[in-house]
Nanobody, 117 residues
Framework: QVQLVESGGGAVQPGESLRLSCVAS????????MAWYRQAPGQKRELVAA?????????FHADSVSGRFTISRDNAKNTVYLQMNSLKPEDTAVYYC?????????WGQGTQVTVST
């Protein structure tokens, strides 16, 4: 069983930056496909960025965040990050971390990001 805990969210102004962290426990997630999703009020949950397990495969960033957000992982810390630069009001959402491996799928509780003047 993998537990995921997100942190780093907050309230910022447009143009500012945040770095979200997702710390995993219960298993080494180096082999896991890791992803960040977000869900704004009244909207469906959408995929923001994803990293393949073991570094095999393509790193994905949604068009809406490409060039502004970067997903990365630190295997020594069992942690995945989402660096978010040039934040916009439309980035406001709850951000969730997901870990998948074979048939296992785990989610964190989410962290709120609010971008407003």
């Amino acid at each position: 069983q993998v537990q995921l805990v997100e942190s780093g969210g907050g309230a910022v102004q447009p143009g500012e930056s945040l770095r979200l962290s997702c710390v995993a426990s219960g298993d080494n997630v180096t082999h896991y496909h890791m992803a960040w999703y977000r869900q704004a009020p009244g909207q469906k949950r959408e995929l923001v960025a994803a990293l393949p397990g073991d570094g095999i495969g393509v790193t994905f960033h949604a068009d809406s965040v490409s060039g502004r957000f970067t997903i990365s992982r630190d295997n020594a810390k069992n942690t995945v990050y989402l660096q978010m630069n040039s934040l916009k009001p439309e980035d406001t959402a709850v951000y969730y971390c997901e870990a998948t491996y074979a048939t296992s799928d785990y989610w964190g509780q989410g962290t709120q990001v609010t971008v407003s003047t």
